[in-house]
Nanobody, 117 residues
Framework: QVQLVVSGGGLVQAGGSLRLSCAAS????????VGWYRQAPGKQRELVAA???????GYADSVKGRFTASRDNAKNTVYLQMNSLKPEDTAVYYC???????????WGQGTQVTVSS
């Protein structure tokens, strides 16, 4: 089973940008879709973006127009470009494979994104 490892979090001021990377241990093309999730303190984990093997993307309303998911099959990596960041984007971000509209596999280690006001 392909494992995904996320990186690229950090501290940024409101209005700034960050790019998260989600690297696969094997072929990213073998995964139907990759979901980007986040969990803020005291809140449930939520799906914020997803990208399919066919490069279709979907976004939560809260990030639409600001976040962009992309993939580089040659590097077996999926990216989440986050622009115009807001303090409410502060969370631990994860990536996880999806299939049939559901998460597959298990949660890996996330990366902390902190947006200061």
């Amino acid at each position: 089973q392909v494992q995904l490892v996320v990186s690229g979090g950090g501290l940024v001021q409101a209005g700034g940008s960050l790019r998260l990377s989600c690297a696969a241990s094997g072929s990213i093309s073998s995964i139907d879709a990759v979901g980007w999730y986040r969990q803020a303190p005291g809140k449930q984990r939520e799906l914020v973006a997803a990208i399919t093997s066919g490069n279709s993307t979907g976004y939560a309303d809260s990030v639409k127009g600001r976040f962009t998911a992309s993939r580089d099959n040659a590097k077996n990596t999926v990216y989440l470009q986050m622009n115009s960041l807001k303090p409410e984007d502060t969370a631990v971000y994860y990536c996880r494979p999806r299939g049939g509209g559901f998460e597959v596999g298990s949660w890996g280690q996330g990366t902390q994104v902190t947006v200061s006001s």
